[in-house]
């Protein structure tokens, strides 16, 4: 029997666990550097949960779990003998894997909210599920690293979270544009092109920009029934790309004032930053749980023009997101980081350190079995003292026990034979160097802390 | 609606999350000491993968995932008519949730062996699934930590482990026996009570001896077919502790010497431990795979008396455990610790650091509006200069900053009022002691690393 994975899933090698745990560790200092706390949720939730929380697609994209034991009892007879699916769905399964780490945070909160502290700051860096068609960058399986707080309508989490992005970034060395919007701006338009029950339709239609141009958008918008006249005017609108220039064009709409107010607040609290923070008219993100500030980032084009890639970390405010669950009203606002994407875009741009989170600091070879075990007393010391090291557990040929060294990546290299193991004087090969110098015993197995 | 949770599966609050963080990172640390590499596998392998591998009972305790879409539409109309769940399963079900970490580890082997430098040493710290009856220390959902190195039959690894289990639990300021046996010496009690062909009926017995004592594992061989004269044997040799008593009874055993040997050179090469480390003849674990050197950890009654559970680690070496998925030979030994239980203990003992994993160094209070805005820039330049930092976010009663403070767990509070805003000195109150002292802006600003 030959094994598989399934379709949409991976399996990571040292070195990629390395580089993706070098971008979740920068990302979780940040997150720590800013106050956020870690909670765990289970992958399991009931579907009680998950269902109607992510529209119809999303329903179903979510990966339901079987009911335990003779899980066809409880089927109706005619639900299956006319194969009605969906009917025998709600019959046969209870539980699914999480589609994100946001619901299952608004769950927790509502749960929890005796024992929680608020504002409640608390990020997730996490594994999440969705049954999409598995293409190139999409899989059935993949992280996200999430930072909400929640219970505080101060702006000043919006100016906090978009330090952190600029810190986080600037830390992975990619240089990005933070682009950020107001959902009651977007309000404020709808109204002002006489439309403002039409908000969902419009928010849709903009928030497809990037990938289907002005015309496109026109295009949508018209199809959704919005007449010509609005769509001009939401055209130019668009155009705009100046918070100075918009707020007068909103001076009627009281909705839109207040994303210009609050806006201009967010801007003038960041201070200065790494990176440009753009105001985006044409930013919309799609989920419709957001009312006030929403934010985006990109790869910078000036700085790294050859990255395609759409955004790399989102959020934005909500006002009522645990009312899903008829938890009691709580603001918050949050971001995602793309960590997958995010990889890519190092990939690509070779832009990982090259000691990305290794921690094998020496390996150590013997050339005969009198010198192993040397070795192995000298590598247990070294151990103790707090050095990362490893043995090759045999007395091997040198160049067969190089190439491992060499697969395994290993910084430092000591070689051992029986006038070493006798004289407790090594020789340490730098790997990367190829310099080789003498080192005593005893500096090998002094403590880390007292030698730092 | 009100949210709920499926039985079995657990969330985890900020100090419960830093707890557990704790234990992993502590397990993390040593396997990184060692040289063991971090791979990752998905939660979801293909149920060809997974089932036939744990025995009936287990194959039962797997979760299933359904197939995505019309699941029902391939579905044979007679099995569904029967209500036939059995038959039914495998054609809407293709995959299931990982049920531990070591057989995705043998297929990852097998599919990723060309990539791969021999010895293979890697961990893996993830949680796996059982559809178990849930109770108390027992959930659906529970984490793994596994450590394994594959591609060689060197005892130097055994002798490592037993280094690193030690090292571990030493850390964690946990007393433990680490108790090891040979499945050749099984096999030669086997031998020894002429049923060479029952080594399995035996080591079933055996393992139980913990649970159901000595008249149990007696009447259970009985039960078994074992005859009386041989349950004496059996029982005879089980009372002895020492390896240098077994060694003369296995004389005529092939196999039962060759175990005596191996436990006699793993025995000699660990040196000098801080926990004890015994020779048990009834230790004997369930799983068949295991060949050679097994392991297991309990707390040390006389060092920890108050504390009941069975074992927090256990391991041992297989022969070819790739062998089920086609692969080459490949032998290996492996261990594993029982986080979750590991957790209980050092509950129970009050055994974690009053600090386990606190990240958060500073809440910032401010008294008023203004001394608000000074505190927001002062945490921007803290955090800046790689402090932890919160920031309360708005001017409320100190009583209640304060009591924010306590919930969060801060070490250290700044209070900032219009004179502090004024004078850039301000009062830092270390939470746990109660002192105050007076620090200027400029020594909370400056980087972390420059004064360190």
């Known amino acids: 029997m030959k094994p598989s994975l399934p ?95 946001t619901v299952p945070f608004a769950r927790y909160v509502v749960m929890h909210q005796n024992d929680l502290a608020f504002p409640f700051k608390r990020y997730a860096i996490a594994p999440v599920w969705r049954a999409d068609r598995p293409q190139k960058g999409r899989y059935n399986e993949f992280y996200q690293c999430d930072a909400d707080v929640v219970g505080s309508d101060s702006l000043l989490y919006e100016a906090e979270l978009t330090q952190l992005l600029d810190e986080v970034f600037t830390k992975l060395g990619l240089g990005v544009v933070i682009r950020l919007n107001h959902r009651g701006i977007l309000a404020g338009l709808a109204e002002l092109a006489g439309h403002a029950d039409r908000l969902g339709d419009i928010t849709v239609a903009v928030d497809k920009l990037d990938k289907i141009g002005m015309e496109g958008v026109e ?26 220039e918009v707020a007068p064009l909103l001076a009627n709409s009281a909705v839109g004032q207040r994303g210009v107010t609050e806006l201009r607040e967010v801007l003038s609290s960041v201070g200065p930053l790494v990176n440009r923070v753009v105001f985006d008219v044409t930013l919309a993100r799609g989920l419709d749980y957001y009312t006030g500030c929403i ?93 990362n090291t490893d043995l090759y557990p045999s007395a091997a040929k040198l160049g067969k026990m190089m190439k491992y060294a060499d697969q395994r990546a290993a910084p430092k290299v000591i070689i051992i034979g029986s006038r070493e193991a006798q004289s407790g004087e090594y020789s340490v090969k730098t790997m990367r160097s190829g310099e080789q110098e003498t080192v005593a015993r005893a500096s090998l197995v002094r403590p880390v802390s007292a030698t730092e």
């Open 219 to 244: 295009r949508e918008l018209l199809d959704r029934g919005i007449d010509a006249t609005a769509v001009a005017t939401i055209k130019q609108f668009l155009h705009t790309d100046d918070l100075e």
């Open 295 to 387: 934010f985006e980032v990109t790869v910078d084009p000036e700085l790294h023009p050859a990255i395609r890639m759409g955004s790399i970390a989102g959020g934005g405010r909500y006002a009522d997101l645990m009312g899903i669950f008829g938890g009691r009203d709580l603001p918050g606002v949050g971001i995602s980081f793309g960590a997958e994407r995010i990889y890519d875009v190092l990939e690509e741009l070779e832009g990982f350190p090259e000691d990305a989170s290794q921690s094998l600091e020496y390996l150590v070879v013997c050339l005969d079995e009198e010198s192993l075990r040397h070795g192995f007393d000298l590598v247990g010391d070294m151990r103790k003292a707090g050095r």
């Open 7 to 101: 379709k949409g899933t991976r399996d990571f090698l040292p070195h990629e666990v390395r580089r993706r745990n070098y971008i979740f560790d920068t990302i979780r200092t940040y997150f720590h550097r800013y106050g956020y706390q870690p909670i765990e949720t289970p992958v399991m939730e009931n579907l009680s949960t998950l269902t109607g929380k992510y529209g119809e697609e999303g329903d179903r994209l979510l990966f339901k779990v079987l009911n335990n034991g003779d899980f066809l009892s409880k089927a109706k007879e005619q639900d299956l003998a006319a194969k009605d699916s969906t009917a025998v769905l709600s019959q046969i399964s209870k539980r699914g894997l999480r589609y994100d780490l």
